[in-house]
């Protein structure tokens, strides 16, 4: 893939929404009005977050990093840690591989409120799978708008995942 692919956002967010990170739209009925299109709808609305709800993944006993965060953690003092390295352990509930040379992962822990409770992270190191229980140590990066509707207030950037317990 050339170098200008890579580091264009919109060949990212088009490359995103192809891996499935879109929402889908339900057909009109007939005679009912046309719903505003994805591009539209999109454009309005942040990234959209996991389909999974937090309630279909069992988030109980699950230990904050030794001198790490939690996510709500990082989201509240995302300011502050911009730039700096800092481990998470959470559950994966979403994934998306090879996404511009890059694995893409989201992870819950059970802190933190809607908006606040799912951290993106991506790595170049194998993809753990849905449910798996995960130490991650990146890069916090904040305000990341990769256009086309996704934003990303923070997230760990070229992070380490160990994957610490399969999921079932």
Request: aromatic share 2%; net charge negative.
């Amino acid at each position: 893939m050339p170098n200008a692919i890579r580091r264009s956002p919109l060949a990212l967010a088009v490359l995103l929404a192809i891996a499935g990170c879109q929402k889908q739209q339900p057909s009109p009925a007939a005679g009912a009005p046309a719903a505003p299109s994805a591009a539209t709808e999109q454009a309005a609305q942040p990234h959209p977050t996991p389909s999974m709800a937090a309630s279909d993944v069992d988030l109980s006993g699950i230990a904050k990093a030794e001198g790490g965060k939690t996510v709500a953690e990082l989201f509240a003092e995302r300011e502050a840690l911009a730039g700096k390295s800092v481990s998470v352990r959470g559950k994966v509930v979403k994934t998306n591989a090879s996404i511009m040379d890059t694995n893409w992962l989201h992870l819950r822990d059970g802190s933190g409120a809607e908006g606040t409770n799912d951290l993106t992270v991506t790595t170049t190191t194998e993809l753990p799978k849905v449910g798996d229980t995960v130490l991650v140590t990146g890069s916090v990066a904040i305000d990341q708008d990769y256009s086309m509707g996704y934003k990303y207030p923070v997230m760990l950037q070229n992070a380490e995942v160990v994957i610490e317990s399969p999921g079932s």
